[in-house]
């Protein structure tokens, strides 16, 4: 069996700028335009495989970089979502958006309550998916989804024999494929 992970193309909305601080609302509100931009058109090399099935995330993101490299039904998911980060204080201050970012992360590594999603909670859902597509039976699965989660998914393919690239943060548009 063979499993791509995908990550999205690349999006239409820039970080802001380093020197540009944020309120928490306002960190909040471009996390949530995020979220909804549309993509940039990019391409992705061939892996040569023919995947039989595809899994995406139902973010617009993926979804549509889902359909641009795969002709077959799409099997849309909320369990391939990205993490949800919040700001982990409503204290009027202004910071910038990177410190926000850094801020979200290590509150939700700490499962603090600011947080939609604990860290127990985003693995077992990696997990579930994981084993549900695993399970399917089918032989070469591509998954789209975003770079954080597809972190999660590479260390839960690994965990379960498979063998694969390794990558820190993965490359918009590229296909990761792992064996086993």
Not at 67 to 83: D, F, N, P
Request: overall charge positive.
């Amino acid at each position: 069996m063979k499993v791509g992970l995908l990550r999205h193309f690349e999006v239409k909305c820039p970080l802001p700028g380093l020197g540009s601080l944020m309120t928490p609302d306002q960190f909040q509100q471009w996390l949530n335009e995020y979220e909804m931009s549309d993509i940039k058109d990019g391409k992705v090399e061939s892996s040569g495989i023919p995947w039989e099935k595809c899994y995406s995330s139902d973010l617009p993101r993926a979804v549509k970089t889902a359909r641009k490299i795969y002709s077959g039904r799409i099997i849309e998911t909320q369990a391939l979502r990205e993490l949800v980060l919040c700001p982990p204080t409503r204290r009027n201050i202004k910071l910038p958006v990177i410190l926000w970012l850094l801020l979200g992360r290590m509150a939700w590594m700490l499962s603090h309550k600011s947080q939609i999603e604990s860290k127990l909670m985003f693995e077992k859902r990696v997990s579930y998916i994981l084993e549900e597509i695993i399970l399917s039976d089918d032989k070469d699965v591509l998954i789209v989804s975003h770079g954080f989660l597809m972190m999660f998914l590479r260390k839960e393919l690994l965990k379960r024999g498979f063998k694969g690239p390794s990558f820190r943060k993965a490359d918009n548009g590229k296909i990761y494929v792992f064996e086993k």
